[in-house]
């Protein structure tokens, strides 16, 4: 991190009374590459969340409008007018689709999280894969482009920066945010927890065209028992589903293909504690909303044993430097915007005035 250390993001109150309030971690599958139809049912979702209670709203990655299945069963080439109708139909940032979800999300005085494909405003083409928090008075605080697009990935999105890795500081405590496989990239999340996370929302997309020995369900769950133990924090999973609208796009009259997005155990939905359990059930497969209450006062007497941002750390033989700057395709030595205007030229006199 350059700069000075960032400023802790857990208020005196929040240290005298931590936090209680109920999480929701929806499992669901978009309205495929459909972002209107995709942002109408997560608004219903985010109601319906918000009337069962809860305060923090997990949704998938790349939930808005979907997750580019064909750069996993097409090659390049047969897969590229799909990319198109996926730019075609994703998100800019700021936007409309934006403007929707935060009314959602103050309408439901939640926070909310939720993966979308956002367009970048340089490029006609350039997409990434965006993680929005929204607060619960709506405003939009954190705007995160997933680092590196895993495997096949590459074939659609653009990484992000290291500006977008903040802890934000919320009603229900201080919230960062992963995006699936960036859930095992070890600095990302040390980035998260040496800025006081402790709410920590990861966002993941069921996955069943990985090899056959891979079991998307058990590997969510390791990673994310992972993060909660390692850190001793609280963190809120989320995973889309297959819908067979979306089975029926990609796979068409391949049997194969459609057999291998029918695989079971490729979504995992659920809350896990400081001491790296489960809270509550999780969801595997299934579409519904996972539900737990969290209170982060038990984040603190696990941090006595082991405080890898404080006492279990040893700082004069580590460290960690993370370049926030923001990254732009292009950087004027020179601000046109506030360069001294050119003084007018002389009118030439004629000559038959001299």
């Not at 103050?106 to 894969?129: D, F, K, T, W």
């Not at 006081?196 to 056959?212: F, Q, R, T, W």
Request: charged share 20%; glycine share 8%.
């Amino acid at each position: 991190m350059t700069g000075p250390t960032p400023p802790i993001v857990l208020t005196g109150a929040q240290r005298d009374d931590p936090p209680r309030f109920k999480a929701a971690a929806v499992q669901a599958a978009p309205v495929y590459l459909d972002a209107a139809a995709t942002v109408a049912k997560a608004v219903a979702l985010i109601r319906e969340a918000a009337g069962n209670g809860a305060e923090l709203i997990v949704f998938p990655e790349a939930f808005v409008p979907g997750y580019p299945y064909w750069n996993w069963t097409m090659n390049p080439v047969q897969g590229s007018p799909w990319y198109e109708r996926l730019y075609r139909s994703s998100v800019d940032v700021p936007g409309p689709h934006v403007e929707t979800l935060r009314a959602a999300a103050r309408a439901a005085g939640a926070v909310v999280v939720i993966g979308v494909n956002e367009r970048g405003p340089h490029s006609m083409g350039v997409l990434y894969n965006t993680m929005l928090t929204i607060d619960a008075d709506g405003e939009l605080i954190g705007v995160h482009r997933k680092l590196v697009p895993t495997w096949a990935e590459k074939l659609t999105w653009t990484g992000g920066d290291g500006s977008s890795l903040r802890v934000h500081p919320t009603g229900i405590g201080p919230l960062g945010v992963l995006a699936c496989g960036e859930n095992t990239n070890t600095l990302a999340r040390f980035t998260l927890l040496a800025q006081g996370e402790l709410v920590h929302a990861a966002s993941y997309i069921a996955l069943p065209v990985a090899p056959a020995d891979y079991d998307m369900a058990d590997a969510i769950a390791v990673r994310t028992a992972a993060h909660s133990f390692e850190g001793k924090v609280f963190s809120v999973v989320a995973c889309s589903t297959i819908s067979p609208e979306i089975v029926d796009a990609i796979a068409g009259d391949d049997e194969e293909v459609r057999k291998q997005l029918g695989r079971e155990r490729s979504a995992y939905s659920g809350v896990f504690g400081p001491d790296g359990r489960p809270v509550g059930e999780p969801l595997i497969d299934d579409e519904g909303i996972v539900y737990a209450d969290i209170d982060l006062a038990r984040c603190i007497q696990p941090k006595q044993m082991h405080d890898i941002v404080g006492h279990y750390n040893r700082f004069d033989v580590f460290a960690l430097n993370v370049d926030n700057r923001p990254r732009s395709p292009i950087t004027f030595t020179h601000d046109p915007a506030t360069a001294t205007p050119l003084a007018p030229a002389a009118t030439p006199v004629p000559e038959e005035e001299t």
